[in-house]
C-alpha cells in the first residue's frame, strides 16, 4: 500500500473490500503503515508556557526557554517535535513551546524539563496531554 493510498483511507477517501472505511479503521491502517516504515507515532505533548515577567520581554523569555531546550534535545534523536500554538500573536512565536512525541518520550522530557533551572523558573510546564 503507497503512503498516498493510506493518506485516501486516513481521510475517508477510501475503501476497502468495497466496504467504506471508517476513521477508526482508518487510524489503525495509518498506525500499521507508519510501523513498518519505521515512523514514530507522536502521540503525546505538553506544553512550556512562558510566565510573564515585567521586567523581560516576553521574547527575551522564550528565546531562553528554547535555548534551554535546544540542551535537552539532542538526547531524543529527532523524536521529539516542538509547535508554536501562539504563533503570531504580537507578531512573535508567541509564549507556549508544544513538544510532541511518545509517551515515554514525553514523561522522561517533561522530568528534565521541571528538572532544569531555567525551565522550571521562568516557565509553567504541563501535564502531559494525549494528542485529540
Not at 467504506?20 to 516504515?37: D, K, P, S
Not at 515512523?39 to 516576553?58: G, N, R, T, V
Amino acid at each position: 500500500m503507497s503512503q498516498l493510498e493510506v493518506a485516501d483511507l486516513f481521510a475517508g477517501k477510501s475503501d476497502i473490500g468495497g466496504q467504506a472505511v471508517n476513521e477508526g479503521l482508518a487510524f489503525g491502517w495509518w498506525c500499521i503503515w507508519c510501523q513498518r516504515q519505521g515512523i514514530i507515532m507522536m502521540d503525546s505533548y505538553f506544553e512550556i508556557k512562558a510566565i510573564p515577567d515585567p521586567e523581560l520581554l516576553q521574547t527575551a523569555i522564550v528565546a531562553q526557554l528554547m535555548q534551554a531546550l535546544h540542551g535537552l534535545l539532542p538526547a531524543y534523536e529527532g523524536r521529539v517535535g516542538v509547535s508554536f500554538p501562539a504563533y503570531s500573536q504580537l507578531r512573535t512565536l508567541g509564549g507556549i513551546l508544544r513538544l510532541h512525541g511518545t509517551s515515554a518520550d514525553m514523561q522522561t522530557l517533561r522530568d528534565q524539563a521541571c528538572d532544569h533551572a531555567v525551565l522550571s523558573n521562568y516557565a509553567l510546564i504541563t501535564n502531559i496531554s494525549a494528542v485529540p
